[in-house]
């Protein structure tokens, strides 16, 4: 579906042929349908329960780490609790980064249905948001990228006094208390396409059941492998809390050190995207952020041999069992326009 305009044509290797695609490069209005109908107005009705999740997103987890952390040193938790924490972890990251990112943001590749409700799932168990709202939001980010109007640019206070910390903190987790940033007005025209399916919509809207179901899940599981009550509770912290706070907060970083702090190999159209080698793999390849910046609908975020890319090993692994296709990575010619110019540093200005 075509829903924006001014496109221009980009070429990308197929796995199994070369392919025209298209790359966005400015947002149509939004459809009267979108604001008419009852589903967009509870939509837009939950914005009073933004600033109440944005606590409880940044400060629960918090405590949950910490009381973890006190109760391990009593002895409570164990390599049980450990290798749920991490599962849930690399399940909701994956969620996010190959299923809310790469294909439902970008259209990087193309799946079955059933994977992409499975990663839709997925991704609301990382407590990050609703998809579509989450769709929305990254692509206003890429639309106004480190302008005005990007909702988590850490170069905001450009100018002001405590510039670098002020910008980072929004950057990081200030902007979720920020309605203007949290819904701006108009937000939904920049995800009409989701709207219009109808499983995904369906998914968008039962995401307190899915986020429920991720704490759900290790809490259960963990109360089976240890037949105890007390596993029960532990891997509600473990599996919930503590993966939930690692998660975030690698999640935004991104936002904010990856917009900061890194290498610029690439001439993108913002001036502050960089690629950050610590924080890749955590991150399943995210902190590639340059690359993505420059090659927005490439599936492929590590461009060089040495950038691992662990999200677009998952691709590849869907691909192999024939359950991905239409991936997109640029071409030669593509990255060698693109950087020309010889990497160096970014700091923030």
Not at 253 to 282: K, M, Q, V
Not at 288 to 294: D, P, T
Not at 314 to 340: S, V
Request: net charge positive; charged share 15%; proline share 6%.
């Amino acid at each position: 579906m075509a829903f924006f305009q001014g496109e221009k044509r980009m070429f990308f290797k197929h796995r199994r042929r070369s392919r025209v695609v298209y790359e966005s490069t400015e947002i149509a209005p939004e459809p009267a349908v979108l604001t008419s109908t009852p589903a967009l107005a509870s939509l837009q009705q939950g914005a009073k329960f933004d600033r109440p999740l944005a606590l409880v997103t940044t400060v629960v987890p918090a405590v949950g780490l910490m009381s973890a952390i006190v109760l391990l040193y009593y002895g409570y938790g164990g390599p049980v609790e450990f290798a749920l924490a991490a599962v849930m972890y690399l399940a909701t990251m994956i969620g996010i980064d190959v299923g809310y990112h790469r294909h439902f943001t970008h259209g990087a590749f193309q799946t079955t249905l059933p994977i992409r409700v499975l990663l839709a799932i997925l991704g609301s168990m990382a407590f990050q948001g609703p998809l579509i709202w989450w769709v929305a939001t990254h692509r206003r980010h890429h639309q106004r990228s480190d302008q005005s109007g990007d909702p988590h640019s850490p170069q905001r206070y450009a100018g002001r006094p405590y510039k670098q910390l002020r910008g980072l903190w929004h950057a990081h987790m200030g902007w979720l208390f920020d309605p203007a940033c949290v819904r701006a007005p108009g937000w939904a025209r920049y995800a009409q396409d989701l709207y219009r399916e109808a499983t995904i919509f369906k998914v968008h809207m039962a995401y307190f059941t899915w986020l429920l179901l991720g704490f759900a899940l290790p809490a259960i599981l963990d109360g089976v492998l240890t037949w105890r009550w007390t596993g029960v509770w532990l891997g509600l912290l473990w599996g919930g809390l503590v993966r939930l706070f690692f998660s975030s907060h690698f999640s935004w970083a991104i936002n904010s050190f990856c917009h900061a702090y890194g290498s610029r190999p690439f001439a993108s159209h913002d001036e502050h995207s960089t690629n950050n080698l610590w924080l890749a793999l955590p991150t399943l390849g995210e902190a590639w952020h340059n690359n993505h910046h420059a090659f927005p609908s490439s599936a492929k975020f590590g461009l060089t041999w040495w950038q691992l890319d662990p999200g677009m090993w998952c691709i590849q692994a869907l691909a192999m069992c024939g359950l991905a296709w239409d991936i997109k990575i640029p071409t030669a010619r593509m990255i060698e326009a693109k950087g020309g110019q010889t990497p160096k540093a970014a700091h923030p200005s």
